[in-house]
DNA sequence: ACCTGAACACCGTTCAAGT
DNA sequence: ACCTGAACACCGTTCAAGT
C-alpha cells in the first residue's frame, strides 16, 4: 500500500484512481481488483498504514500520565498531518486497528490517571473530537494552496461584518501548533480528575 | 439551491451530480454553469445556506454566557445532523458568512465572559475543534447504515485484542447527544476564566 | 492463482451555437 | 441575458478470457 500512500500524498483523494494506482505499480488496472474489492478498500488500507503508533520512545509512561497522553495525541495530528488526505476520510471509515490501538493506550493512560470509570467514554471521544476537528481543519489548509492568496484576500474585504473576529485576528493567526497545544491543555485541564 | 440541498440530503455527496442536479431544477445540464462557476460551488452554496444562525429564541442573552455558547454550539452542531453530509464539507471549503456570524457570536460571548484576549482565539478554535469532530464522526454513522451490522460483528471479534476499550464498552455506547453535552462541559470548565 | 483488454454506464466541463 | 446538445477526456467496475 505504499504505492497508494504515495499517491495520495502527491495528489491528493480525488487524485487516487485505479488507473493511475496500477500504473505506478506496473500493473494493468484489473489487476488490482485481484488484491482489493474496490477502491474503497484500497483506501481503508493506506489509511491504516498511516496511523501506526510506536510509542513514547523512552520509557516515561506510568509516571507522567499527562505527557504520555499529550504525546500520543500529537504524535496522531502529526502522523495525519504527513498525509494529509488522511484526517478527513478517518471518521468516515470503519476503525481499522491501528486507529484502535491509539483508542486503547489512550483509555489505559486516562484509566491510570485516575478518571473515573464513568467519565472514561466521553474523556477518549472529547479528545477523539478535538484532534480530528484540529486536523481535518488544519490539514484542509495544507490542500489548497493555491487558493490561500484569494481566501486572505476575501476575508479581509468581509471581516468589516465581523468585527469580533476581525480584532483578534481570528482567521488570520497561523500559529496552529500552538493553538494545538494550548488548546488540548484546556481541555485536559477540564478532563482532570477532581 | 434548496434543490441541491435536498439532493445532498437524499443521496449524499457523492450523489450530487450536474446532471441529476439539473433534472431535479427541469433544466438542461449545462443551464447550471450559467449561474454558477463549477460543482464545489454548488456545494459552498448549499453548505452555507444549512448554517444560518437565528440566535437563542428568549431574550436571555447576557445573563448566561455559558448557555449561550452551549446554545449556539449544539444548535450548530444539529443543523450539520440534519445534513450529514455539511459536517465534512465545512473544513474542506472557504469560511461563508453563515459560519462566519457563529463564529463572531461566540467570539463576542467568550470575550463577555471574561476570557482574556490572549486565550480567546485558542478558546474559539479549541470549540470549532471539539464541535467539527463530533459532528464529523457522529454525521459519518448515520450515513453508513447498512455497514452497521457488518462493523458491529467485526467489533466484537476485535476487541479481544483491545481489553480496556472493550470493557467500558467504547464503540457501543451510542449515546451520541449525551457525550457531546458532557464532553462541552468539561471543555467550557477548561476555558472558563480563572 | 494471478493477470488482462474490451466494454458499460457513468462523470464534470469546453465549446460553439441557439433564443 | 439565458439556455442547449454534442463532444471530450476522464472515471470505477463487470465480464469473459487468458496464463
Redesign the pocket.
Known amino acids: 500500500m505504499a504505492a497508494a500512500v504515495e499517491l495520495l500524498d502527491a495528489h491528493g483523494v480525488d487524485g487516487?484512481?485505479?488507473?493511475?494506482l496500477?500504473d505506478g505499480l506496473g500493473?494493468?488496472?484489473?489487476?488490482l481488483?485481484?488484491?482489493v474489492d474496490?477502491?474503497?478498500n484500497v483506501f481503508d488500507l493506506a489509511l491504516d498504514s498511516v496511523l501506526e503508533y510506536r510509542g513514547p520512545q523512552t520509557a516515561q509512561q506510568a509516571q507522567d500520565w499527562r505527557a504520555e497522553a499529550v504525546h500520543m495525541l500529537e504524535d496522531w495530528r502529526a502522523s495525519m498531518l504527513r498525509h494529509p488526505w488522511s484526517a478527513s476520510l478517518l471518521p468516515r471509515r470503519a476503525l481499522g486497528p491501528n486507529i484502535l490501538s491509539r483508542l486503547e493506550v489512550l483509555s489505559k493512560t486516562l484509566s491510570r490517571a485516575g478518571v473515573a470509570d464513568a467519565d472514561l467514554n466521553v474523556a477518549i471521544w472529547s479528545l477523539w473530537n478535538y484532534v480530528m476537528g484540529a486536523t481535518v481543519t488544519r490539514a484542509s489548509f495544507d490542500l489548497s494552496d493555491e487558493d490561500r492568496a484569494a481566501a486572505q484576500q476575501r476575508l479581509t474585504s468581509l471581516s468589516e461584518r465581523y468585527p469580533t473576529i476581525e480584532r483578534s485576528r481570528l482567521l488570520l493567526d497561523n500559529d496552529w501548533d500552538g493553538a494545538f497545544r494550548q488548546g488540548l491543555g484546556f481541555l485536559l485541564d477540564g478532563l482532570s480528575p477532581r
Open positions: 487516487l484512481t485505479m488507473r493511475r496500477a500493473s494493468g488496472v484489473m489487476s481488483y485481484w488484491h474496490n477502491k474503497e
